[in-house]
């Protein structure tokens, strides 16, 4: 019994189960959401889990896959600044930016595949890098939050790009860029086909160096270990001998870097082309990939694997059952509160565990 | 060029009061020390339920409606705000993804209710606010065109609240004790301020106000609620709380600013003078020169010191 209950007292562990419990209270929440608006939630999780390719089609599973791929990239982008000590709520912006040089460089540019396509990709990362260095600098000369700057920056962003995009790469739509040329796209015959159809793609493979790479930066490198203690505690970092603001700049440049490949990934593997007037929505749910994978690569995986599935599902979803798709966001959103302000569960924990020893006492007596 | 000054005034105005009234809802919730992030996702409730309630009672009530609709608006916006001041007053969470969430729940609730309520994500309301000249004062020379005429009153009504709001804040014991729990939380609480109370009160303000402008936005100039509501005016609302460093005349004035730049982005292709300025310069010009002005601000720190800080009391 003693084992069970360290999961409700013990911080380390409680820490652990939050995720599962503020997964589970999310979906519970919107099934209370659908049969309050007159919807029936097992016809529509079972519809999601169809969707998301769980089981029929491994059309739809690819797709999953595919939408965990760009999630995987900003969910690290994320964590990698909060290990550090940064809130980079700015990774849609970043991801904009990326995105859209990496569309510029695929329709502008005519090459050979095997320099186009890495040309692209490693432009949108130094996009990323370069958008994200600004708050960075600001934050280690200045002291200026990064939160403040990379909302501005994400909006800077988001209006340059809806100028940029009808003026030098306009597409058939006034909202659209053109499409990339073909051998700028990370999409690839043999996965396509693997996946019956789906744009499942390289990125996923790249996504997949990233979580290794970053692991071992974070976890194997000195340089991994100065960051975390800058954002463990500054000062006595900066006592320690640690050049505390070149590590601020370095934290969001990387962090940067990674919002950039996220939108490497999505621009030029799902979309294949830039839209205007939207910051990429995975920027924001990026956050909650951290917050559910607490920060760690791994876990970022499996977190992004679980709002990869949803994100994929929603549309048959709502196709099949005719429950908006929006359920799935409000979903996330709510995920996103309890992990948050998890002294709730905290709270719960601790009074479902004096049950249980209440209740182990007796027995003794 | 006088014909353009008089053209985009009216239209810059009635941009600026929603933006306005949102940022002053920020500087509440700044203020008694809860950040705010969540302004955009609160003025999206505020712009359904009252687009909502107008569509659904525009028959039977007529445009009685419509004086109903913003407050409902601004009600469901206080309502709504409650969740993030639990979050970060309770249970302590940080308050910035609490903000994030509230964004993204605003967005996905209201467009997921617009979809099984009314069977479509975008709702048209029958009438809105109608423009008037102001009988007499309008045909005051250079003043009268670009402050009295085509205006709407709920940007007067704004202006009232930002009046009010200046003289809660700065004149009456109320407004010292929001604002010493924006400061200093622990003092405050060592003097028999309730921290907790104010700043619950400082966040559901906010609501107030952020669904007050979304209810604004419909009335006025958009007359529409669809997923186009949020596009960034809470976020501007941020920039100018920040420009306007968090202090009611300030803000007037950032928004203004700001409200004109956005104008004349948007106007900037009916202009021939116009036309050359490409619009990226005026639509990326506040968050522009509002991280200029944090650089500047940086040496002397002038926002609420304890904004941000969840209260612990055992910190005293």
Redesign the interface.
């Known amino acids: 019994m003693k084992k069970i209950s360290k999961y409700f007292t013990n911080e380390d562990y409680q820490k652990k189960i939050i995720p599962f419990l503020s997964v589970l209270l999310g979906f519970i929440m919107g099934a209370l959401i659908m049969l309050f608006s007159g919807y029936n939630p097992l016809e529509a999780y079972s519809a999601l889990l169809k969707g998301a390719g769980f089981y029929g089609s491994i059309k739809r599973f690819g797709d999953t896959l595919l939408n965990m791929t760009t999630l995987i990239f900003t969910g690290l982008s994320v964590a990698f600044a909060f290990r550090t000590g940064l809130f980079n709520i700015g990774a849609a912006g970043q991801m904009l930016m990326g995105g859209f040089i990496a569309v510029y460089i695929g329709i502008i540019f005519d090459l050979p595949r095997i320099i186009h396509l890495p040309f692209a990709v490693i432009s949108a990362g130094l996009a990323g890098a370069l958008w994200a260095s600004i708050p960075g600098i600001l934050k280690a000369k200045f002291k200026v939050h990064e939160v403040v700057t990379t909302i501005m920056m994400n909006w800077i962003a988001y209006w340059s790009v809806y100028y940029f995009v009808p003026n030098y790469i306009p597409g058939n739509f006034d909202t659209e860029s053109a499409v990339i040329k073909e051998s700028a796209s990370l999409r690839t015959d043999w996965l396509s086909s693997l996946f019956k159809g789906s744009y499942v793609n390289l990125g996923l493979f790249l996504s997949i160096i990233a979580v290794i790479i970053i692991w071992w930066i974070l976890e194997k490198t000195t340089f991994g270990y100065e960051l975390k203690a800058v954002g463990f505690n500054p000062n006595s970092a900066e006592y320690a001998g640690m050049k505390v603001n070149r590590n601020i700049v370095f934290s969001m440049m990387i962090s940067g870097t990674l919002a950039g490949l996220a939108g490497a990934v999505y621009y030029l593997g799902y979309t294949n082309n830039i839209k205007i007037g939207e910051l990429p929505t995975q920027g924001f749910d990026g956050i909650a990939v951290a917050l559910l994978g607490l920060n760690n690569p791994i876990g970022i995986v499996f977190s992004s694997f679980l709002f990869g599935f949803m994100n994929a599902g929603k549309l048959f979803m709502s196709a099949s059952t005719e429950v908006p798709k929006e359920l799935i966001e409000i979903i996330i959103a709510v995920i996103i509160f309890f992990a948050a302000a998890n002294l709730m569960i905290k709270g719960f924990l601790s009074k479902i565990n004096k049950v249980i020893y209440r209740k182990e006492g007796e027995k003794n007596v | 060029m006088f014909d353009i000054l008089s053209s985009i005034f009216p239209l810059a105005l009635a941009y600026t009061a929603p933006l306005l009234i949102i940022a002053l809802g920020g500087l509440f919730s700044e203020r008694s020390g809860v950040?705010n992030?969540g302004l955009e996702g609160l003025m999206g409730i505020g712009a359904f339920s009252s687009a909502f309630f107008i569509s659904s009672n525009y028959e039977s009530l007529g445009d009685f409606a419509i004086i109903l609709g913003i407050i409902i608006g601004a009600l469901a916006g206080g309502v709504f705000s409650i969740?993030h001041a639990?979050?970060s007053i309770?249970?302590?969470?940080?308050q910035?993804?609490?903000g994030?969430?509230i964004?993204?729940?605003s967005?996905?609730?209201t467009?997921?209710?617009a979809?099984?309520l009314t069977g479509s994500a975008n709702i048209q309301i029958i009438k809105g606010f109608i423009k008037n000249d102001i009988a007499g004062l309008s045909k005051i020379p250079l003043i009268g065109p670009l402050f009295f005429s085509n205006a709407y009153a709920t940007t007067y009504l704004v202006i009232i609240i930002v009046i009010i709001s200046w003289y809660v804040l700065y004149k009456l014991p109320f407004g010292y004790h929001l604002r010493a729990c924006g400061e200093n939380p622990q003092a405050a609480d060592s003097m028999g301020i309730n921290v907790i109370k104010m700043r619950y009160i400082g966040v559901i303000l906010s609501g107030i106000l952020a669904g007050l402008g979304g209810a604004i936005v419909i009335t006025t100039y958009y007359g529409e609620f669809s997923a186009n509501v949020y596009?960034?005016l809470g976020?501007?609302a941020?920039?100018a709380l920040?420009f306007g460093k968090w202090k009611p005349f300030g803000v007037l004035g950032a928004s203004l600013f700001f409200g004109f730049a956005k104008t004349v982005a948007d106007m900037s292709q009916l202009f021939e003078a116009l036309k050359k300025m490409?619009?990226?310069y005026f639509?990326?010009f506040p968050?522009?020169v509002?991280?200029l002005a944090?650089?500047i601000f940086?040496k002397n720190s002038v926002g609420p010191k304890a904004a941000g800080e969840p209260y612990d009391p055992g910190k005293r």
């Not at chain 2, 309770?90 to 940080?94: E, F, L, T």
């Open positions: 950040v992030i969740i639990f979050a309770n249970m302590k969470a940080d910035v993804i609490s994030t969430a964004n993204m729940l967005s996905a609730i467009i997921y209710l979809r099984s596009s960034g976020f501007l941020l920039a920040i490409p619009n990226i639509n990326t968050y522009v509002t991280i944090l650089i940086s």
